[in-house]
């Protein structure tokens, strides 16, 4: 088991909490509320992480990240994205030079 399997855990929890209880769930209810609702929190802590960043404070760039991540999960699984699919990317991406696969994207 690698560190990165909280990740798969985690993802695991909120798709299996999609048709939980909105009442009894907070991951039930930003699927309750669509992906236009989920897409806005991730970037509400996509800005608080950047905040976070600009203040230096490592503890809370820690905690803002997680909570971005936390909520890019919640948006994968609304798609029908898997950690796994945004790992393949990576790794296909790994060795290319960023100019060089922005550009291989305009093609």
Do not use: C, N
């Not at 509320?33 to 203040?55: F, H, P, W």
């Not at 760039?61 to 909570?67: G, L, N, Q, R």
């Not at 609304?78 to 093609?107: F, N, W």
């Amino acid at each position: 088991m690698t560190e990165y399997a909280i990740i798969e855990r985690i993802f695991d929890t909120i798709s299996a909490r999609k048709q939980a209880d909105a009442s009894q769930s907070y991951v039930a209810g930003l699927f309750a509320r669509g992906t236009k609702k989920i897409a806005q929190k991730v970037g509400e802590e996509a800005t608080e992480t950047v905040l976070a960043s600009a203040g230096g404070d490592k503890k809370e760039i820690v905690a803002e990240s997680a909570d971005l991540l936390f909520h890019l999960l919640v948006l994968w699984a609304a798609h029908g994205v898997t950690p796994q699919d945004v790992l393949r990317e990576l790794e296909r991406r790994e060795g290319i030079s960023g100019i060089d696969e922005k550009k291989s994207r305009k093609q």
